[in-house]
């Protein structure tokens, strides 16, 4: 999944991330523009996953 594909779709994703993941918190899936390692990190840290596995999940949600 490419950045833009997560630009314009992240309000969906964001809710269906969390179901997936029960320990997200809004906090958690906070996007600003320019911060996206950021976000990466929080996912990768919360999850245990790498961003490859976590780009797979999302792409299969």
Known sequence: MNE???KGNWN???GKIKQAYGDLTDDDL???EGKED???GRL????????????????DL
């Open 44 to 59: 990768q840290q919360k999850t245990g996953k790498t961003k490859d596995e976590i780009n797979k999940k999302i792409a």
């Open 12 to 14: 969906e994703l964001k």
């Open 4 to 6: 833009t594909t997560l």
């Open 38 to 40: 950021e976000l990466w």
């Open 30 to 32: 906070v996007y600003e």
